[in-house]
């Protein structure tokens, strides 16, 4: 495949690009990550989520600690071509690394109150065992 479709990616001014991932079964968001052209390029050629860590500034394969991998279905990209949404499938049906399945968990109620939706599926002390 040749890589002429990510000069169609607007790129923010540090060549960035915000990233959305959802559940191929739900459709339910699981995530939001930020990718570069280089993990936007690997992310297809692997068929696996590979994100832009911005805090620790290098390539973040998702689930290389925790086991808990997105294997890439689909690729969209949005209508002014500044986001884009990874199909995903959630190896181990965990992506946030509280160890709930998404990381949006916090709805806001009446009160103007977050609330907890989801509760933790497994410890993050057992997903990351490197980790203090």
């Not at 690009?17 to 959802?22: F, L, S």
Request: one cysteine or more; hydrophobic letters at 35%; charged letters at 30%.
């Amino acid at each position: 495949m040749n890589e002429s479709w990510l000069d169609e990616v607007k790129w923010d001014e540090k060549g960035l690009v915000p990233a959305i991932a959802q559940d191929l079964e739900t459709g339910r968001v699981m995530m939001f990550a930020w990718m570069n052209r280089e993990s936007l390029l690997l992310s297809v050629q692997e068929q696996r989520a590979i994100y832009w860590s911005r805090s620790r500034q290098k390539l973040w394969r998702k689930g290389e600690e925790s086991g808990h991998i997105q294997r890439l279905h689909e690729l969209r990209l949005d209508c002014d071509g500044d986001v884009v949404l990874l199909v995903i499938e959630q190896i181990g049906g965990i992506a946030c690394h509280t160890g709930r399945e998404s990381c949006f968990f916090r709805k806001l109620d009446d009160q103007g109150k977050w609330q907890i939706t989801d509760q933790v599926v497994k410890s993050p002390g057992s997903i990351y065992k490197n980790k203090g």
